[in-house]
């Protein structure tokens, strides 16, 4: 299939890009720039919000995997509502000009404040700009999928554990930490317990999801599990040999983050024994 990825630059993208490639699809991979990019897949370095026509401009794709987003991990940024109607508009001109498959990058955000597992039913109440601008957004997703008898997947993305120091995740501040010389982390108590995915799992999910079409709907891209963020990092730490330690307790938790929340893997499982 012939796959168009947005975002394909980013800290996501770039694994998700390769992960595509691997699965036997061809991908055609937009940003700003494509610096990053692997070089088996069409580069297109634009802004993608600003083309009139984009199912046309990129060559017809079967699929829209789109990950593009700006402030992941800013979750107060203006950015997610500033930018919402830019999102609705690409898919909207991108489902009425012919693109029958739309899969977006979501986030455990919506969800808001819960505890326990999460499936596809599990209601949302977002309290932070991420939140809401990526519930909205699917909202309007599914809206335009029914109205164009579109394959809608929402993959709802939990907490990717990489070592790239480009990121914003504490994964990669502790890995820019460790490379910058530096013996001590300021960490919190870290006894919530969240649902962590190696960065290659999550590729690999993504990629796997995209490439079908009879799992729709909301699909987690997770483990299944939960685990204690302190357990995790301490694991990261040594996984990788950094020679630094976690000063618990410096900064408190943030008040909307859940004790105990993960994701329900029956779908992506199913996606990944079919393959």
Known sequence: MRILVTGANGYLGTGIVEAILNSGNEVIAVDFNTDHVDSRAKKVACNLFEIK??????????????LAWRDGFIHYSDAHIDDLPAHYDFIKKMVEAGCKHIAVMGSMHEIGFFEGSINESTPCHPTTPYGIGKN????????????????????????????????????????????????????TLGQNQYDFIDYPDFCTQVAAVVGQSQEQGIINICSGR??????????????????????????????????????????????????
């Open 53 to 66: 026509n984009p199912y046309e401009y990129f060559g017809k794709p079967e699929v829209l995997c789109h």
């Open 136 to 187: 909205a957004l699917r909202d309007l997703t599914v809206m335009l999928c029914k109205q164009n008898n579109c394959v809608f997947q929402w993959m709802r993305g939990y907490y990717i554990v990489g070592n790239s120091k480009f990121g914003s995740s504490i994964f990669s501040k502790i890995t820019a930490a460790a490379e910058e010389g530096k013996k001590e982390f300021p960490f």
């Open 226 to 275: 939960p685990e204690k963020l302190a357990d995790r990092v301490e694991r990261f730490i040594k996984e990788n040999n950094y020679d630094i330690k976690l000063q618990y307790g410096v900064f408190p938790d943030r008040p909307y983050d859940s004790k105990a929340i993960w994701g329900d893997s029956t779908k992506i499982e199913k996606i990944l024994n079919k393959r």
